[in-house]
């Protein structure tokens, strides 16, 4: 069965610290893959997304992903957290007629 | 600007009532969602739309119905069968029929939040 799975329901970063919200699918497909974005009691906006060409995808505001196909994996990263960046992410998962997202990660970011 | 606009952002309701939620879009998209967001569940899709007058069923549409008569424009009502109708809802458009690789890029309106008193 075709899924997507976020390995982390929360995490808490200091400013200016590193950013790291992990992402692994299953699928037989070769899959699309996204990251969105959820500020509170808002819609969500796209990050970034992987569409088969260059593995190393960088997004807005400084947020990049690395599709890692032998780990079945497509985390997201960024080098330095700012307090803007607390929100909820998503990562969703496209192959055949599937639209999948996976259940959120919810980012702190203390000062 | 261009976007998609979902109105109330907030609706209270009582037990048995019907009430539709709106979802206008001047993106001049062709397809339009429908989607029903649970704290820790992520996004499940109630219905969508890939061009006028035609809808389909997503994951979870009992309780729920749609109309699409016009191009900009997909409301959701949520009826008295649906048995726990407090949620987000998130209404979504995309430039094309999505489900092919590499177009599911969509584009969200801010929600309402729906609370059955």
């Known amino acids: 069965a075709q899924s997507v799975t976020q390995l982390d329901s929360h995490v808490s970063v200091s400013e200016g610290t590193p950013v790291l919200l992990r992402c692994n699918y299953s699928?037989?497909?070769?899959?699309?893959l996204f990251w969105y974005v959820q500020h509170p009691n808002k819609g969500l906006q796209l990050l970034l997304k992987?569409?088969?060409?260059?593995?190393l995808v960088k997004g807005i505001n400084g947020f990049e992903a690395e599709f890692k196909k032998s780990e079945t994996s497509f985390h997201l990263t960024k080098p330095s957290a700012h307090m803007s960046d607390a929100a909820e992410y998503f990562c969703?998962?496209?192959?055949?007629?599937?639209?999948?997202f996976g259940k959120g990660t919810t980012l702190s970011v203390s000062s | 600007d261009g976007g998609i606009t979902q109105s109330p952002k907030y609706l209270f309701r009582k037990e048995g009532q019907n009430v539709t939620l709106s979802c206008e879009q001047n993106?001049?998209?062709?397809?339009m969602y429908w989607y029903r967001q649970d704290p820790g569940q992520g996004l499940r899709l109630i219905y969508y739309?890939?061009?006028?007058?035609?809808?389909q069923k997503g994951d979870i549409a009992e309780g729920y119905s749609v109309s699409r008569e016009k191009k900009e424009s997909f409301p959701l009502t949520v009826t008295s069968a649906q048995k726990n109708p407090t949620a987000f809802y998130l209404c979504?458009?995309?430039?094309?029929?999505?489900?092919?690789?590499?177009?599911?890029?969509?584009?969200f309106g801010e929600g309402s939040r729906l609370t059955v008193l």
């Open positions: 979504a458009s995309s430039i094309g029929p999505t489900f092919t690789a590499g177009t599911g890029e969509l584009f």
């Open positions: 699928s037989s497909y070769s899959p699309s």
């Open positions: 992987y569409t088969s060409a260059a593995t």
């Open positions: 969703v998962y496209q192959a055949g007629t599937a639209l999948i």
């Open positions: 993106l001049n998209h062709d397809a």
């Open positions: 739309s890939q061009i006028v007058n035609d809808f």
